[in-house]
């Protein structure tokens, strides 16, 4: 049986796995719906920072139903460890897009999802080496270091992260967190779907604004000049 996470920079043959469940749909339906934010206050953290979206009255306790039914489709994924004996990682892919679902073990209950999306954004080039995590926890299981602990997983081996358009107050503290153990950078995407590099410090308001510029966290054992070669990535600028 292939493996539910198959890390490699080149992503091809993924089993055809329903994308999301009915929870996780309604969750990615509020988030586009919500774009453009209205302009309100100051434009930068306006535009760039989003609103939290509540879990949906149900959508774990479903999800973890799910993962205890034999038969059912989320039942007996690929288990991964993770930073606390406490937690298990059920890992699953479908079409090129990732979902780690993190089970409180002595609490019998799921605390939370990340999903690694893919970028409609970029390049096929691009698309292979880089992912945009998206994470979602019951408040208990926030600020405990689990969302980090699951996207190291996936940084150690050798997958890019490329955040969204916007992101929570939450998502842009883990990724500053990140920052202190793996290289960040600022890029843009280009209107030919391709990474023009803008530097590692955050860019002027006018740039950063803009919902083409994101934050790139390099994978463990790869520099800029690899990854800049790997997907084509220019030179930017302001």
């Not at 009255?57 to 059912?72: F, K, S």
């Not at 970028?119 to 299981?141: I, K, N, Q």
């Not at 602990?149 to 890019?160: E, F, K, M, N």
Request: charged letters at 20%.
């Amino acid at each position: 049986m292939t493996s539910a996470l198959a890390f490699s920079p080149g992503l091809g043959a993924l089993a055809p796995w329903p994308l999301f469940t009915r929870a996780a749909r309604h969750w990615l339906a509020g988030v586009r719906a919500c774009w453009p934010p209205p302009a309100l206050g100051n434009p930068v953290t306006e535009l760039r920072i989003d609103v939290m979206l509540p879990l949906v009255d149900g959508e774990l306790e479903a999800i973890y139903e799910r993962l205890c039914q034999p038969g059912n489709r989320l039942h007996g994924l690929p288990q991964r460890p993770l930073h606390d004996p406490q937690f298990t990682l059920h890992w699953r892919e479908a079409d090129g897009e990732w979902f780690a679902y993190v089970e409180d073990r002595a609490g019998r209950r799921l605390a939370g999802y990340v999903v690694f999306n893919r970028l409609v954004e970029v390049d096929r080039r691009t698309d292979r080496r880089v992912r945009s995590p998206h994470a979602r926890f019951a408040p208990g299981y926030q600020r405990r270091g689990i969302a980090s602990a699951v996207y190291r997983q996936v940084l150690d081996q050798g997958i890019h992260l490329l955040s969204g358009a916007r992101q929570s107050p939450g998502a842009h503290g883990l990724w500053n967190h990140l920052a202190r153990s793996h290289e960040s950078h600022y890029v843009t995407i280009t209107d030919a779907k391709q990474l023009a590099y803008l530097g590692p410090q955050r860019p002027p308001d006018a740039v950063f604004d803009q919902r083409s510029t994101r934050r790139l966290l390099l994978a463990n054992g790869c520099s800029l000049h690899a990854f800049a070669q790997a997907t084509r990535m220019g030179g930017g600028g302001a």
